[in-house]
């Protein structure tokens, strides 16, 4: 456990979230509806965040990181009683516990080979094929636990989508405070996979990647809370790719940064579940009166713009840290990353216009607003303004000072200044976007983004998460029964269908060879030693005996005989006496 | 001490058996205060224990002194956890028992005499005693599944006693064969460790280890002489299978190390190799193979083969002739045995609460299970961490134990130990599967009237949880008396290290 200027910024962000995500918790759950296990679950989340943003042991990483996916497994699988939300949640868990497989990896490496956890020593005193095998470990960690390509899928399982019942307010609560916690893993690791040349390398494209292909996902979706998870995976692909350029001060940036926004987005999305048992895009309009709390359309705006990268909001400030790196670099990657910050600022703007637009004209007749109880009101307002507030500060790094400051804090490679016209750029942008999706909106289609710009099939494609289920299979059984395969595409989730069908298979086949010929084995061996038994019982003991009555025989006929030659004539038993003593002279002479 | 410890619970039973049957009740108490006592002993023992002296507690009593034969008893950094594992789990046993229903004088009485045996096989420094412990070990488990067991009950406990019998042969012939190479002739394992019999006797060597490593490997059990175990868990009552999977299977990895080991250190390297290959096939085989299992029972077996298949892989890597520090051998080792003792109290738990599943549904069937937490709240939670223990998550015996593995095993044997590791993954699955078919979605017409845990019930957990917790959360307690005692064992290896 150390306590450095990187832990002294990941845990107060923490310990801020944390503070949101309670107060919404606590003010928004009923007491029936789980509310105590929800706060368990979510402080022990907390916790191990807090541990993990402290420590620069690879053994320390690894702990923290088995109970954060245990939580998430708990949270994204709340409601027991119903077995899909308990399959996603059981989903996510493997997701994350592949993860954690990595981190083993890179732990058991560390101690095993170079004797310490500590990350620094590791990587300076790891041999070289080590260093590799420890660099895979934890590149695959972090994938998973950051919800990379090909692993974004579980940050969708704690969400539910359209054909399925809605998920419990636990998921975007547990969210919040995750989004804080995967990207961090790699700011720590940075000096093991800097050993490498081609390690960085790969972090960053698999960043840029995930936040152009889940920006478009994001882009599509018709639900606010799948929206916001596909966008969480494209944000910590941001990240990633700050981390893969070395931009450790702007890296960490975006993580506070993002942390507090995404925070108060995936908040605003529970209250309105909770309150409105929707968060359908389409009907963000309607639910918001119901949601009744001062200002909550201007909060979620303050969310949703500094997502966009609206200047001068924090998204636009950090955002701009990311690009210069990637400028400073190649330009192909800057062109995409500048894409996928396009489109970050399209659909942040697609969920402000819909939340704050009235709704379509035949809706217009809103329902009353609920009559709320001011406590709840107050401590859910309360944790959206100190969200608010916390990304209000985090703009500040926009001047020059404050960064200089905060890189210093950091530590890591010093940050770059980013050119002038990159942030006029990145603003003009944003605001752009805004603008676009508000002529777009005035179309009065719900999902405008869908008409006309892209083909149907490629949207269709997006809004199943580009197919990453499907995908996966596609590489797990390469050559192998292709047609079936085919024909479960269908099945949304047929990679984990897949997986899981494959591995029954297997165990099917090894269990029903276990029990029968392995176990047979034995058994044919005694049921053979009993027909041997049998056998020897009926033929061997025949002969057997048959054999043991003639022995008698002989031995009886033998005394007969040998009672013959005392006939009681004193003359034959000389002549006896004789042969015998001639046959002894005749052995010893042949002995000689 | 020892010699009081190991056969109270025999002289307990033998004054047991002089009352009257009807008192059942009485049984059971004694039988719980016995074992309580047990474990009030090995505290005791522990707290004068020094760690790192070598064998301590030793009692020495010419036997059969032609043969070389003495009543040689003594406990080790190795196997003093074990033995504090065993009368913890009997404990937990005993208080289970207090809600058994039938010929509870003659359960009780047979409960004691495998304690007393049971202990007996770790204490034992002669290989004729520990031998006999063996052997009547396995007698007295196959009365308790012969007369307690289910429905095939019969056919299991013959198949066990058969199939773990024909380990016995092996492991006889082996200790002949130990014997036969010593010179002078001894079955001391205290003297044959320091003699090193088999040191340049080439194929004889191979064939001593052999002998033993089929013997132990048959009770451990690895694939592919497993197929025993899984019946006999079946069909055997819950304490039953707790003892068995708990303490029994113990037996022969702790073999493994005492006497393959420590005895054959230089047959062992030679082939550790074999026992790396083998305990990782056992680790992916049995994880895979309960993933397909079809009975919560029959899948707890098999995660057991996975959980000894860590203590094989573990105890192979750390003779396999590479480069490594002794630091590290002995690390694998040190996992080995914590594994030995975290499984012993995590999966002796699992299986007692399969039978609080029996008894409340009276199947072991998945399909036949479901939504049961709408009833049985506690019996859920306990399932649930003793689950998520069982598969490796910090803060429980097994995350300790599984580590220090890995860490142990993959500078030597680094393929092996990479691809043990998705036996994680795959158990997690299993285990998270496993929850959910008993346990979530809708709550059954059939099972409205089940009760949650009962007193008995809710002790024997406690006690099994607070152990496995313990060693998750404060494991240097543990650590320290198992690690010089592994290092001793390492020394004994003829691997070079810097």
């Not at chain 1, 503070?19 to 191990?48: D, M, P, S």
């Not at chain 1, 152009?212 to 966008?231: F, K, P």
């Not at chain 2, 899948?299 to 002794?326: C, D, E, K, R």
């Not at chain 2, 949880?465 to 005692?485: K, Q």
């Amino acid at each position: 456990m150390i306590f450095d200027g990187l832990a002294a910024i990941m845990s107060i962000t923490l310990c801020i979230i944390a503070l949101a995500v309670g107060l919404v918790a606590y003010g928004e759950l009923a007491r029936e509806q789980g509310r105590t296990r929800c706060l368990v679950f979510l402080t022990l989340l907390f916790g191990a965040s807090l541990a993990a943003s402290m420590t620069t042991s690879l053994l320390v990483l690894l702990i923290t990181w088995e109970i954060i996916a245990l939580t998430i497994w708990q949270l994204f699988g709340f409601s027991w009683q119903r077995p899909w939300r308990v399959r996603s949640g059981a989903r996510a868990y493997l997701f994350l516990r592949t993860g954690d497989i990595g981190l083993y990896v890179a732990a058991a490496v560390g101690f095993g080979v170079a004797g310490t956890f500590e990350i620094s020593q590791v990587a300076a005193e790891l041999p070289s094929p080590w260093l590799e095998v420890a660099a895979v470990g934890l590149i695959v960690s972090a994938a998973a636990k950051s919800a990379q390509l090909p692993f974004s899928l579980w940050m969708r399982d704690g969400f539910g989508d359209e054909n399925n019942p809605m998920g419990h307010v636990s998921a975007p609560l547990a969210a919040s405070l995750l989004v804080v916690a995967g990207g961090y893993l790699l700011v720590r690791c940075y000096e093991i996979l800097a050993a490498l040349e081609w390690a960085l390398p790969v972090l960053t494209w698999v960043g840029v990647a995930t936040a152009l292909l889940m920006g478009l996902v994001a882009l599509v979706q018709r639900d606010l809370r799948l929206m916001l998870a596909s966008s969480s995976a494209s944000q910590k692909g941001f990240i990633l790719m700050a981390v893969g350029l070395g931009a450790l001060p702007g890296a960490v940036a975006f993580i506070v940064a993002h942390g507090f926004f995404k925070a108060l987005l995936f908040i605003s999305a529970a209250i309105c579940q909770q309150r409105g048992g929707t968060t359908k895009l389409a009907l963000l309009a309607r639910v918001r009166p119901q949601v009744s709390i001062p200002g909550f359309g201007l909060l979620f705006g303050v969310g949703a713009l500094a997502l966009a990268g609206v200047p001068p909001l924090s998204g636009w400030v950090v955002k701009d840290k990311v690009l210069a790196a990637a400028l400073d670099v190649d330009p192909l990657m800057y062109g995409l990353s500048l894409m996928a910050a396009i489109i970050t600022a399209l659909y942040a703007s697609k969920m402000a216009w819909l939340m704050w637009l009235p709704p379509p004209s035949e809706d217009r007749d809103v329902l009353p607003a609920p009559v709320e109880e001011q406590t709840k009101n107050r401590l859910s307002l309360a944790a959206m303004v100190v969200l608010a507030a916390a990304t209000l500060v985090m703009s500040t790094l926009v001047i020059s000072p404050v960064h200089t400051q905060w890189a210093l804090l950091v530590g890591g490679p010093a940050a770059l200044a980013p050119p002038l016209w990159q942030l006029v750029l990145m603003g003009l942008t944003a605001l752009a976007a805004l603008f676009v999706v508000r002529r777009w909106h005035g179309t009065d289609s719900l999902e405008p983004w869908s008409l006309g710009i892209a083909p149907r099939w490629f949207v269709d494609w997006l809004e199943r998460w580009l197919d990453l289920d499907r995908l996966l299979l596609a590489f797990a059984s390469v050559g192998n029964k292709m047609i079936r395969t085919l024909k479960n595409l269908d099945d949304r989730s047929a990679f984990v269908e897949f997986g899981r069908r494959t591995t029954l298979g297997v165990s099917a086949m090894l269990s029903s060879l276990d029990r029968k010929l392995v176990f047979d084995l034995p058994r044919q061996t005694a049921l053979a030693t009993l027909a041997i038994a049998r056998w020897t019982t009926k033929r061997a003991e025949v002969v057997v005996e048959s054999a043991v009555e003639m022995l008698t025989r002989a031995v009886r006929e033998g005394g007969h005989n040998a009672r013959r030659p005392q006939t009681g004539l004193l003359h034959q038993y000389y002549a006896q006496a004789t042969v015998v003593l001639a046959m002894l002279i005749f052995f010893l002479w042949l002995t000689k | 001490m020892l010699t009081l410890l190991v056969f109270l619970p025999l002289l307990a039973a033998l004054a047991l058996a002089f009352l009257p049957a009807a008192q059942a009740s009485a049984f059971r108490s004694l039988a719980v205060i016995v074992t309580a006592i047990e474990v009030v002993l090995v505290a005791l023992i522990w707290s004068s224990f020094e760690a790192g002296a070598g064998i301590q507690f030793q009692t020495h009593i010419e036997w059969i002194p032609t043969l070389g034969v003495a009543y040689h008893v003594g406990v080790d950094g190795i196997s003093l956890p074990l033995v504090a594992m065993t009368s913890i789990l009997f404990l937990a046993s005993a208080v289970y028992t207090l809600a058994h229903e039938e010929r509870v004088k003659e359960f009780v009485l047979l409960l004691l005499v495998l304690e007393t045996t049971c202990l007996g096989v770790f204490v034992a420094l002669d290989l004729i005693v520990f031998y006999l412990f063996w052997d009547l070990t396995l007698i007295a488990m196959f009365f308790i599944i012969a007369l307690w067991g289910h429905e095939d009950r019969r056919r299991a406990a013959l198949t066990f006693l058969i199939y773990t019998f024909v380990g016995s042969l092996a492991l006889l012939l082996g200790i002949i064969g130990v014997y036969l190479m010593s010179e002078p002739r001894t079955f001391d394992m205290v003297a044959l460790s320091a003699q090193n019999p088999l040191a340049e006797t080439g194929g004889v060597g191979a064939l001593i280890l052999l002998a033993l490593g089929v013997g132990f490997a048959i009770k451990t059990p690895i694939f592919p002489v497993h197929t025993w175990l899984p019946p006999a868990h079946v069909e055997a009552p819950a304490v039953g299978s707790a003892i068995l999977a708990g303490v029994l299977l113990k037996m022969g990895t702790y073999g493994f190390v005492r006497i393959a080991m420590a005895i054959a250190p230089e047959q062992w390297t030679t082939y550790a190799m074999a026992a790396v290959v083998l305990g990782v096939f056992s680790v992916l085989y049995g994880a895979l193979v309960a993933l397909g299992q079809p009975s919560l029972k029959r899948l707890v077996a098999y995660t057991s083969i996975n959980h000894m298949g860590y203590v094989v892989l573990a105890i192979g890597a750390a003779a396999v002739m590479v480069p490594a520090s002794v630091d590290v051998r002995a690390l694998a080792v040190t996992g080995a045995v914590t594994q030995m003792v975290a499984h012993g109290l995590v999966t002796g738990l699992l299986f007692l609460i399969t039978g609080m599943v029996y008894r409340r549904t009276g199947t072991y069937e998945f399909e036949r299970l479901g939504g049961l937490v709408w009833v049985t709240p506690w019996l859920a939670t306990i399932m649930s961490i003793t689950a998520i223990a069982s598969f490796g998550i910090p803060g429980f015996a097994h995350f300790v134990a599984e580590l220090q593995i890995f860490a142990g095993s993959i500078a030597t044997v680094p393929v092996a130990a990479i691809l043990a590791m998705l036996g994680l993954l795959i158990t997690a699955g299993v285990f998270v599967w496993t929850i959910q078919r008993i346990f979530f979605g809708p709550s059954r017409e059939e099972f409205s009237d089940v009760a949650d845990l009962t007193a008995s019930e809710a002790i024997a957990a406690a006690i099994l949880i607070a152990a496995f917790v313990f060693i998750g959360v404060y494991p240097a307690w543990l650590l320290d008396v198992i690690a010089p005692a592994a290092s001793n064992v390492i020394e004994l290896l003829p691997v070079g290290g810097p």
